[in-house]
């Protein structure tokens, strides 16, 4: 198993770094939040203030009990979570089946369209497709009681399932945790539907939603774990080719104003004051 906790810490250390030697700031610094809020795109700052918000909210619905609330709460936390990551790689997700059968008629003008349009079905399918949460990722200790715990889950989520639907869908917990994780979650987030009700013909007990919707806020924290370890994975290494290209610019540039006759001690002046004078505007 992948240990998702490292990976992030290291991540978030390389970002640091990166920060500290172009910027001369720690990542974690206020400066560093506003500066990346300010040139984030602002479409995908509002999705992740989306998903800041609802995680937010599930974290309360838990500590209040509100279990069906906070897996609610947890669902759309993910699905911005995904939208987000939608965003942030434009290039793969337009490679997708989703994606092409989503502009097939072309109803859809823009990648923005179309992401804007799908539902948390859509979602899923994109992140089966691109695996977005592998196998490995998932800690182990949720795959096992899962898949056993799923098929109770099914008949009361959906009775009209056969027993070989449920144990399909039971054992991809095994070979797929991450999409059956986002499986689960969805089928208790569209209990909320009163049509499930109506056309499901079963009697609403309380006590239904209670212990899984309980689950499902800690199963929804894993999920949001492993989408947040895929955004690290992919944006540390883009941020290193960024930084590498800056710094074969930078180096270029220096040649070039040696060759003009500047001294090395002064171009790396000029460089520390322009960087001194980014800084203190940001202050």
């Not at 987030?189 to 209670?210: D, E, M, P, T, Y």
Request: include cysteine; charge should be negative.
């Amino acid at each position: 198993m992948i240990d998702k906790e490292s990976t992030i810490r290291e991540g978030l250390d390389a970002i640091d770094t990166m920060f500290q030697r172009l910027l001369h700031m720690r990542a974690e610094t206020k400066e560093a939040t506003d500066l990346l809020r300010t040139i984030m795109d602002p479409t995908q700052l509002s999705i992740y203030d989306l998903a800041l918000q609802c995680e937010t909210e599930m974290l309360k619905c838990n500590s209040a009990e509100a279990y069906f609330a906070g897996c609610l709460m947890g669902a759309a936390m993910n699905e911005a979570l995904l939208s987000l990551i939608c965003l942030f790689y434009p290039t793969e997700v337009k490679n997708t089946k989703q994606y092409g059968w989503s502009t097939k008629k072309g109803k859809h003008t823009s990648f923005q369209h179309v992401v804007g349009s799908w539902k948390l079905e859509q979602f899923i399918r994109v992140a089966e497709e691109l695996d977005w949460i592998p196998r490995e990722v998932v800690a182990p200790q949720f795959v096992v009681p899962l898949s056993d715990a799923y098929r109770e889950l099914a008949t009361i989520s959906d009775p009209k399932l056969s027993t070989a639907d449920v144990a399909t869908a039971a054992a991809l917990f095994e070979v797929s945790p991450g999409l059956a994780m986002l499986r689960m979650i969805q089928d208790l987030r569209n209990s909320i539907h009163s049509g499930r009700w109506i056309k499901g013909g079963q009697v609403l007990h309380a006590f239904h939603f209670g212990g899984w919707c309980r689950i499902a806020i800690h199963v929804s924290g894993e999920i949001r774990n492993c989408l947040i370890h895929r955004i690290t994975q992919k944006n540390v290494a883009l941020l290193a080719a960024a930084v590498e290209s800056f710094e074969k610019l930078v180096g270029v540039l220096r040649t070039r104003m040696l060759a003009e006759g500047w001294t090395a001690e002064d171009f790396d002046r000029a460089v520390e004051t322009i960087s001194a004078q980014h800084s203190q505007s940001r202050k």
